[in-house]
């Protein structure tokens, strides 16, 4: 394959696709498209068991995911004046430094609190008068809780406008719970290491899908089992084609994310294609007795049912059969409350359509991750 043999639109199918095992094989540096000495910084992925995927940028590549990432915070209403607690974690991952470029190209005043700490976060977004969160979403719902817990009221105590909330797939119920509890608007933003960190693709105030910024990236959706290229609208795996990066210009780059892709200008006025909200990563959707089931769907239940906790976990296990059992937090008095259980029963049989043990445990029992939320436990053996 030749540049030259690059044309058109359509040709770009040619191009084979990129995998991130293709990156772990090439661990460091082996997929550099710049002699190393151009390299301005580094970072790596969060990979729990063995060699993380490091990605590289040149300064050029850094400028340009500050400009994404500026008007990432420009599209979700950030001025200058405002003040941005960032709660993402600073470090090799993305999210913290990313977010930080992000809130001085708009000239807020950034916060760099990182996460976890969650009392001094707390008494800092009241004292500070943040305006802005920008987290995970799942330390945020924990924050709906531990807000209250410590004595806060969300709604007087703090004065955030804006929250920027990605990394990780979540609900709709999420966002109300999230909304309703701090009197914010929340957003979802979307990116990943490979392609610089966030800043890929944000809701604007319309919330009908985010906006990827098509002057750096190229976006397809493909058939994931046979890597077809699908027509806009339909459902498939996305696949990213980096513009202009200098590092590591990831070409059809698989992203593992089902999702789809919208071309129609938006009421915002954007051009900039828009893709749906991830329901899940292939990777993180469970085959259980031979139904798809992604962990999003069992947060949508969750958090529909009154009476319920913030906190849940889901636990797979073989007996036999695949067994599916969710734990989810209860206040004291409803642990028992045999109509709560059989109401959650009821509603995840209806949305998943496979029979789940449900568990009422006490607040406060379940695993705090002050990072990413850590929801499925799978004890499956592994073959
Ligand atoms: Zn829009």
Redesign the pocket.
């Known amino acids: 394959m030749k540049p030259e043999s690059i044309k058109t639109l359509d040709d770009v199918a040619k191009i084979p696709f990129t995998v991130k095992t293709d990156l772990r094989d090439n661990y460091p540096l082996g997929i550099l498209a710049v002699p190393p000495h151009r390299l301005y910084c580094l970072h790596a992925s969060s990979g729990t068991t063995g060699k993380p995927i490091v990605v590289a940028y040149t300064r050029r590549d850094l400028e340009c995911w500050t400009r994404l990432m500026g008007r990432t915070f420009d599209v979700a209403g950030v001025r200058k004046g405002d003040i941005v607690q960032n709660m993402y974690g600073y470090g090799l991952f993305t999210g913290g430094l990313g977010f930080h470029y992000g809130a001085r190209a708009v000239g807020a005043t950034v916060v760099p609190s990182s996460v976890g700490n969650t009392k001094r976060q707390l008494m800092l977004m009241k004292d500070l008068r943040s305006t802005v969160a920008a987290c995970t979403p799942s330390y945020m719902v924990y924050l709906c809780e531990a807000s209250r817990a410590e004595g806060y009221s969300p709604r007087t105590d703090f004065v955030l406008k804006i929250g920027l909330f990605g990394a990780e797939p979540w609900s709709e119920e999420a966002r109300k719970r999230i909304e309703d509890t701090f009197g914010l608007r929340a957003h979802d933003c979307f990116g990943m290491s490979e392609l610089y960190g966030p800043g890929v693709a944000i809701e604007?105030?319309?919330r009908?899908g985010l906006?990827v910024w098509g002057d750096e990236f190229l976006v397809e959706t493909i058939n994931p089992d046979t890597g077809e290229v699908l027509e806009p609208g339909s459902e498939g795996e996305l696949v990213f084609t980096m513009l202009s990066r200098e590092a590591m210009p990831l070409l059809r780059y698989r992203t593992r994310d089902l999702s789809r892709v919208f071309e129609e200008e938006?009421?915002?006025?954007?051009y900039h294609s828009?893709i749906q909200r991830i329901k899940g990563r292939s990777d993180d959707m469970l085959i259980i007795g031979g139904v798809n089931i992604f962990p999003s769907q069992v947060e949508h239940v969750l958090m529909n049912v009154r009476g319920l906790g913030d906190q849940y976990q889901i636990v797979v296990s073989h007996e036999e059969l695949d067994r599916l059992a969710v734990k989810v937090e209860a206040p004291q008095g409803r642990l028992n409350d045999f109509e709560l259980l059989k109401k959650v029963q009821t509603d995840l049989f209806a949305t998943l359509g496979i029979r789940t043990r449900v568990e009422l445990v006490e607040e406060g029992s379940l695993p705090r991750l002050e990072g990413k939320a850590k929801r499925v436990v799978d004890l499956r053996p592994k073959e």
Request: proline content about 0%; glycine content about 10%; charged content about 25%.
């Open positions: 604007c105030d319309q009908n906006h938006c009421a915002c006025g954007r828009r």
